[in-house]
């Protein structure tokens, strides 16, 4: 099994490490998974992400590939800026979801999926034009996700820049955090504020170690990949190979906000502009349960007459909300809030609930 | 706190526990799960359970717990009426990480053949198999 520069760190912070996508990964630490999704909500996480996948594209031609390549608008982007993004296959499947960040007018940066990274590789070199180099970073690079509405006060005395000029979705390269070059992105997966530290691997168990250190004296610490998934599942981001897969379209995903259809090409647009146009029959819709019961990923979905409607792709407590929460792809005309499902909870029907957009939503600043 | 492995409990190898007393010339098993299987679970956020009056069989599902990662089927030990639910469990699940052998309890069973209890494992073979597992 593969193991991140962090592995040493986590047996000796007590994890428990599971198989993760061929990766050995801590599922959480002897907190256990509830204080650690309180943990995030209240002060701060952190997560070790360095599975994760960083592709560099570089040169004259790297923004036309990259636009080629995702259906977001690549020429809105500024240098130090990102954004969310899917790539698509010709058909509009989704081939990864993924964030692009702009280092400079030749220079752009893909995080992708962990799962996903040698198709990925493979598709973005199959479809890579002129004048475009291509680099997965991905061994040589560490990332740890430092989350939760104390991060950045925990963060700061570290850190070489005041994180408070850094926007959502800004990051900086020029920077270091505890003495180690890193870039600082203020961007994550959990509903909360907070940032990403992209580090060389071989310093990412330093960063590591100072950064719990940092977390702990703010009232948090490490998160494993339980709390991660309840963190995602409540602020409803969608989850690769669960949420989103090559035989879903990103406007089936409820991701219409990143395709930017009357941009310039990308693959898969045409498809989508069909899609579009015909109008999306089926949709990715959240929904909470009425009834005792927890629906979790490959249950049934029923409507309120008992046909057949879909099913669960992401399921599971929401903690935060003393709630069971859940998302499956469901007739568009279902796809209304106060519409009532059953979720077929091995063997029982339990009434669940459509709701429209994220489970848990993050307070403003005050 | 209380020990890893009760001597006085029979386990299985699905990791439950039951507790046999005498109550009245009827021998009762006080069924749970065990401490190996609640650090395998992590958090408990759900049990479902039988009603009173039910009655289990021995090595067939009797209910299930589902924690914040997965659901898992819950064996009976032993074979009888359920007499009595730990409804408190129901709002407050978390009774099983904390204290699976005690406010963790799950139900209870009026035993209606004592010789089942000749297959289930004592504290020292439980935790040899459990050492098995890990290996």
Redo the contacts between chains.
């Keep these: 099994m593969r193991r991140t520069p962090l592995y040493e760190a986590h047996v000796r912070l007590g994890a428990r490490m599971v198989d993760f996508g061929g990766w050995s990964m801590p599922v959480s630490y002897p907190t256990g998974i509830l204080e650690e999704h309180r943990a995030t909500r209240t002060a701060v996480g952190m997560f070790d992400v360095c599975h994760m996948g960083e592709v560099h594209f570089t040169g004259a031609g790297a923004a036309a590939t990259v636009q080629r390549l995702v259906t977001n608008d690549v020429g809105r982007l500024e240098n130090g800026r990102a954004f969310y993004t899917v790539a698509c296959l010709p058909s509009g499947g989704i081939v990864d979801d993924l964030i692009v960040y702009r280092v400079d007018p030749e220079h752009y940066l893909a995080v992708v999926n962990a799962s996903n990274i040698d198709k990925d590789v493979d598709w973005f070199q199959e479809h890579r034009g002129a004048d475009c180099k291509i680099e997965d970073a991905s061994a040589r690079t560490g990332l740890i996700a430092f989350q939760g509405p104390a991060a950045q006060d925990a963060l700061q005395p570290l850190a070489s820049i005041p994180l408070d000029k850094l926007r959502s979705f800004s990051f900086a390269t020029d920077v270091t955090v505890a003495g180690l070059p890193v870039w600082i992105a203020r961007t994550g997966y959990t509903g909360e504020d907070g940032f990403e530290l992209f580090c060389d691997a071989q310093d990412a168990a330093r960063l590591w170690d100072r950064l719990v250190a940092a977390a702990g004296a703010a009232g948090g610490g490490p998160v494993g990949l339980g709390a991660r998934d309840t963190l995602r599942l409540e602020a409803r981001l969608a989850l690769y190979g669960n949420d989103l897969d090559e035989e879903t379209t990103p406007l089936e995903a409820g991701l219409g906000w990143v395709v930017k259809l009357d941009g310039d090409d990308f693959i898969g647009r045409d498809a989508l502009r069909v899609q579009q146009s015909a109008g999306i029959t089926r949709k990715l819709a959240g929904f909470v349960m009425t009834a005792r019961g927890i629906a979790r990923h490959g249950y049934a979905i029923y409507d309120a007459d008992g046909v057949p409607s879909g099913t669960v792709t992401s399921g599971g407590p929401a903690p935060t909300l003393t709630q069971n929460v859940g998302m499956g792809y469901i007739p568009a005309r279902l796809d209304v809030p106060g519409t009532k499902l059953s979720i077929d909870c091995r063997g029982k029907r339990v009434d669940a609930e459509v709701v429209r957009g994220p489970f848990y939503k993050r307070g403003k600043k005050t | 706190m209380s020990a890893l492995y009760p001597d006085d409990l029979f386990y299985t190898k699905d990791h439950e526990w039951a507790r046999i007393e005498d109550r009245a010339g009827t021998k009762v098993a006080t069924i749970g799960v065990t401490r190996y299987a609640v650090e395998q679970l992590?958090?408990v956020?759900?049990v479902d359970l039988p009603k009173e009056g039910e009655s289990v069989k021995q090595a067939e599902v009797f209910g299930?717990v589902?924690s914040?990662?997965?659901?898992s089927d819950l064996f009976a030990p032993i074979t009888g009426k359920v007499v009595k639910v730990n409804s408190p469990l129901a709002d407050s699940p978390e009774y099983v990480?904390e204290d699976p052998y005690d406010e963790g309890w799950m139900i209870q069973v009026a035993v209606s053949n004592t010789k089942e209890l000749d297959g289930l494992l004592d504290a020292e073979a439980y935790q040899a198999f459990i050492r098995e597992q890990g290996e």
Excluded: M
């Excluded at chain 2, 914040?68 to 659901?71: E, L, N, P, Q």
């Design positions: 992590g958090d956020t759900q299930s589902e914040v990662k997965a659901v990480n």
